[in-house]
């Protein structure tokens, strides 16, 4: 009877990519553009949305900032049901941001439409930038690099995530 012994790796990245950035710029600019054609004014409600999306994204990074700043390192273990919850709370956001802009179309003219539509598609990108600001911020304050990880377990073929969470690193 031979036994294998599980292999494991640490997938270790910044919060927000470069891609990430460029291209949630490129869209917020192209919508930007669509909207400031249509109602500029109504296009300023993508900051809390925005704000909304990235609190709502990033959670457990904001509440659990301090015991990061103590600890240098906020760890998660993933639980099946609390995995489900936060799973079921993010279809939802994803629903609300599709369906808002369909139920919007009954009372609203077309360019406000537009507009707000706008919005609402642009919501996400837009806080992937807020995210990319926030890791900078956390950087600057901790004079330390914002990395976020993943422990993976490979077991017989399987591959399993350990836990993930959130490093601070010294600067190289």
Excluded: C
């Excluded at 300023?44 to 900032?65: C, D, H, M, Q, T």
């Excluded at 995995?83 to 919007?104: D, G, H, Y």
């Excluded at 507009?115 to 992937?128: C, K």
């Amino acid at each position: 009877m031979t036994t294998t012994s599980p292999a494991s790796y640490t997938e270790e990245r910044g919060l927000t990519t470069l891609r990430e950035l460029v291209f949630s710029l490129a869209f917020v600019l192209i919508g930007l553009t669509i909207s400031w054609l249509s109602d500029p004014l109504l296009f300023s409600a993508i900051i809390p949305i925005s704000i909304f999306i990235l609190f709502f994204r990033e959670w457990k990074l904001i509440v659990g900032l301090k015991e990061l700043e103590r600890k240098g390192v906020l760890r998660f273990e993933p639980k099946f049901k609390t995995n489900r919850k936060e799973a079921n709370r993010t279809l939802s956001l994803v629903i609300f941001i599709i369906a808002a802009p369909m139920v919007l179309s009954f009372f609203l003219p077309p360019l406000p439409w537009l507009s707000l539509t706008m919005v609402f598609i642009m919501g996400w990108p837009a806080s992937n930038i807020l995210e990319f600001i926030l890791q900078k911020i956390i950087e600057k304050k901790t004079k330390m690099v914002l990395r976020k990880f993943y422990n993976w377990t490979s077991i017989h073929g399987e591959e399993m995530m350990r836990d993930y969470g959130w490093v601070l690193k010294e600067r190289a």
